[in-house]
């Protein structure tokens, strides 16, 4: 096995490395890693997908606006796009470097060309709140879910504020979801007890791994629609 650097930046919000795996069977991985911690590859992106396609799914109409939390490897930003009833895609990422990267083409699962995407660096928190009603999905990849924090900062995004506000940032009738590395029946009851939600699911998104089964999820809920 081989292991290439592609990038490897620090700032004020740590350091992130983006690297390139070969396999002695000559495949062919990307790989990234937070201050230190391993976050993510492109071994199997099934459920990173599915937080576009299930939410989707959920969003009648053409026209629609999704706004993604948390770039990764660009894969659920790049679902998103593959849909024709999408007509925007924002994308908000805390990590400069990675942007950086997607723009000269280092994620090659995103179209970073495609004119309906739109890539920010910045905390998804404040894009959220400067985002009243504006989104038909809100896709949420940040971290590892709830319950395992790299940045612990980030537990806020699952708090009844932090939910709230994800939702204030949906036009009535649309979607939330969030990934998560593992199942987060709390996350779901807790998005349930909320005002203005409806339809709340917890998908249980099983994956098998060098021979390990895994257990991801996706908790979806939907801002209640306007009345009529």
Same mark, same amino acid.
């Given at each position: 096995? =081989?292991?290439?650097?592609?990038?490897?930046?620090?700032?004020?919000?740590?350091?992130?490395?983006?690297?390139?795996?070969t396999?002695?069977?000559? !495949?062919?991985?990307?790989?990234?890693?937070?201050? /230190?911690?391993?976050?993510?590859?492109?071994? &199997? $992106?099934? $459920?990173e997908?599915?937080?576009? $396609?299930?939410?989707?799914?959920?969003?009648?109409?053409d #026209?629609?606006?999704?706004?993604?939390? #948390?770039?990764?490897? /660009?894969?659920? *930003?790049?679902? *998103?796009?593959?849909?024709?009833?999408?007509?925007?895609? @924002?994308?908000?990422?805390?990590?400069?470097?990675?942007?950086?990267?997607?723009?000269?083409?280092?994620?090659?699962a995103?179209?970073?060309? &495609?004119?309906?995407? !739109?890539?920010?660096?910045?905390d998804? !928190? &404040?894009h959220? =709140?400067?985002?009243?009603?504006?989104? @038909?999905?809100?896709?949420?990849?940040? &971290?590892?879910?709830?319950?395992?924090?790299?940045?612990? $900062?980030?537990?806020?995004?699952?708090?009844?504020?932090?939910?709230?506000?994800?939702?204030?940032?949906?036009?009535?009738?649309?979607?939330?979801?969030?990934?998560?590395?593992?199942?987060?029946?709390?996350l779901?009851?807790?998005?349930?007890?909320?005002?203005?939600?409806?339809?709340?699911?917890?998908?249980?998104?099983?994956?098998?791994?060098?021979?390990?089964?895994?257990?991801?999820?996706?908790?979806?809920?939907?801002? !209640?629609?306007?009345?009529?």
């Open positions: 096995m =081989t292991v290439t650097e592609l990038g490897r930046a620090s700032g004020p919000h740590g350091e992130v490395v983006l690297r390139r795996r396999t002695e069977h000559g !495949a062919v991985h990307l790989e990234l890693v937070v201050d /230190g911690v391993f976050a993510m590859d492109d071994v &199997d $992106t099934s $459920t997908q599915a937080l576009a $396609t299930e939410a989707l799914a959920r969003c009648p109409g #026209g629609l606006r999704v706004l993604v939390g #948390g770039l990764g490897l /660009g894969w659920t *930003a790049a679902t *998103a796009l593959a849909d024709p009833r999408v007509a925007a895609v @924002d994308v908000a990422e805390l990590q400069g470097p990675l942007v950086e990267w997607a723009g000269r083409g280092l994620l090659p995103l179209p970073h060309e &495609d004119a309906r995407l !739109a890539l920010h660096v910045t998804v !928190a &404040d959220l =709140t400067a985002s009243p009603g504006h989104y @038909d999905a809100v896709l949420l990849d940040v &971290d590892n879910g709830p319950a395992f924090l790299v940045h612990e $900062t980030n537990a806020g995004l699952y708090s009844d504020a932090g939910l709230a506000a994800a939702l204030a940032a949906l036009r009535p009738g649309g979607v939330l979801a969030i990934w998560s590395s593992d199942p987060a029946p709390e779901a009851a807790r998005l349930t007890g909320l005002p203005g939600v409806v339809g709340v699911e917890h998908l249980v998104l099983p994956v098998e791994r060098d021979g390990r089964r895994y257990e991801y999820a996706i908790v979806l809920g939907r801002r !209640a629609p306007a009345e009529p």
